[in-house]
């Protein structure tokens, strides 16, 4: 519980500059989504690096191997998911004009 109140605190003092530049409510959103993608990259980026470090350090050892591959899985589904929502973001983008 106080970790994901620590990260809302801490994605707000992110936002919290941006957002103040922001001239209309369109400008917010798209700055808002641009950060929220940017941090998810940096996240993800992570994410790989952590589970070729667990690959590296399994040395065949099954439980190790089931770790990183479920690491695997989730960076996969990380890129996939910001993939996705760059394209949506760009395209509820273009439909709105911003």
């Known amino acids: 519980m ?3 109140i620590l990260l809302l605190i801490l994605f707000g003092v992110l936002l919290l500059p941006i957002l103040a530049q922001a001239v209309t409510l369109g ?3 798209t ?3 641009k950060t929220a993608l940017e941090v998810a990259t940096g996240v993800v980026v992570v994410m790989w690096v ?3 470090i667990l ?3 399994a040395l065949g050892a099954p439980e190790k191997l089931k770790s990183a591959k479920t690491g ?3 960076a996969v ?3 996939v998911i910001i993939i996705v929502a ?3 973001v760009g395209l509820v983008g273009g439909a709105f004009g911003l």
Do not use: H, P
Request: avoid cysteine; aromatic fraction near 4%; proline fraction near 0%.
């Open 77 to 79: 589904i990380g890129t």
């Open 55 to 57: 690959f590296l350090s």
């Open 50 to 52: 952590v589970t070729g």
């Open 2 to 4: 106080n970790k994901k």
């Open 27 to 29: 400008d917010m959103a």
């Open 31 to 33: 700055a808002a989504a």
């Open 86 to 88: 760059n394209g949506a």
């Open 72 to 74: 695997l899985l989730a």
